[in-house]
């Protein structure tokens, strides 16, 4: 353990190396006082090591001993409250927890309150936490829903979150979500109409009513503006899964059928697929993005747009996926079949 903070780094690796053998592949006994060292040198205030105690454990401790949950939650919080909220080890922190979690979801209650602890990274962590808890997670809802009006790295760790368990509750999460959209920007803002496209998409494979959301539109048509071209790609996404377009916004989907970003422009064409809206521009924009004169990113990225809006909805696309995928070649050409296979 000592050698973990050494300036020499090979007896660094050397250290990580021989600690990560006796964790993974030594006798029962033996991973079990591993673990209990590593907890508690990373438990003890001063460590100069937390950093590849925390690699090491979320890397490699599964399944974490029942005996030393306990010590692992209290051991981590430690490292937690003296970290910054968007340190690089919070990361491992927060899987540490999820593991600790799945095999004691006791530790679950336990780990409610640390919601309102007054250190940022707490707080993040926990949002990250919950959120991969899968079912498990939904109680954490409600708070991770409080995270969205806290700090800014707080409040992201809380959208990534929501991403995987918005589905569990929609008619409280789906308005939540559009008010992100509708009053956020930057990376907060993508990662609000990252989750929201994830609701949506996972209401219609489930075949469940969306949430009313009667101004989902034209927030949409606004944030299709935005200068960032992975914004403008989830808003155009989002269009397409919002039900009978608007003049309005067949129009502003056909002006993005331009966009310098090929990536917005096939999401643009599959959402007036998608729509039902007329769609012979959008066709022809998809039929060049996949031929064989387009290179091979713009192929990978057209290809992208029509595997994420689905086979139930490319009807309108067989004919000319036929006649690319006939010329394509390669993965393209692969990919292409696979998604006529797949259509009704």
């Known amino acids: ?64 001993q029942a005996g030393l949950t306990g010590l692992a939650v209290q051991s981590v919080l430690e490292v937690l409250a003296r970290m910054e909220a968007d340190a690089p080890a919070l990361e491992n922190a927060a899987t540490v927890l999820t593991l600790v979690c799945r095999v004691d979801p006791s530790r679950i209650a336990a780990l409610e309150g640390m919601f309102q602890h007054p250190r940022a990274a707490v707080r993040s962590a926990m949002a990250r936490v919950v959120g991969r808890l899968g079912t498990a997670g939904a109680s954490g809802l409600p708070r991770l829903l409080e995270l969205l009006e806290d700090e800014e790295p707080v409040a992201l760790s809380a959208l990534e979150s929501l991403a995987a368990l918005a589905h569990l509750a929609p008619e409280l999460t789906a308005p939540r979500l559009l008010e992100q959209v509708r009053t956020s920007e930057g990376v907060r803002l993508y990662l609000a109409l990252v989750s929201l496209r994830g609701l949506l998409e996972e209401l219609y494979l489930e075949a469940q009513p969306v949430p009313p959301l009667p101004d989902l539109e034209s927030v949409l048509l606004r944030t299709l503006t935005a200068p960032e071209a992975p914004i403008r790609q989830e808003a155009a996404s989002l269009l397409g899964l919002s039900g009978p377009l608007s003049p309005a916004a067949v129009a502003a989907l056909r002006e993005h059928l331009r966009d310098e970003s090929p990536s917005v422009a096939a999401r643009s064409a599959v ?62 050409r692969v990919a292409l079949y696979e998604l006529l296979g797949e259509l009704p």
Do not use: C, N, Y
């Open 271 to 332: 959402a007036l697929v998608r729509s039902g809206a007329p769609a012979a521009e959008a066709l022809f924009l998809l039929k060049g993005q996949l031929g064989p004169a387009a290179s091979r990113d713009i192929q990978e990225v057209a290809v992208a747009a029509l595997m994420d809006a689905g086979p139930d909805h490319l009807v309108r696309a067989k004919g000319m996926l036929e006649t690319v995928a006939r010329d394509a070649v390669g993965l393209t």
């Open 1 to 64: 353990m000592g050698r973990l903070s050494s300036r020499d780094a090979g007896a660094r690796e050397e250290a990580l190396s021989a600690l990560e053998e006796s964790l993974v592949s030594g006798a029962p006994e033996a991973r079990e006082r591993t673990a209990r060292a590593l907890l508690e040198e990373l438990g003890r205030p001063g460590t100069a090591v937390a950093e590849p105690l925390l690699f090491l454990l979320q890397r490699d401790w599964w399944p974490p």
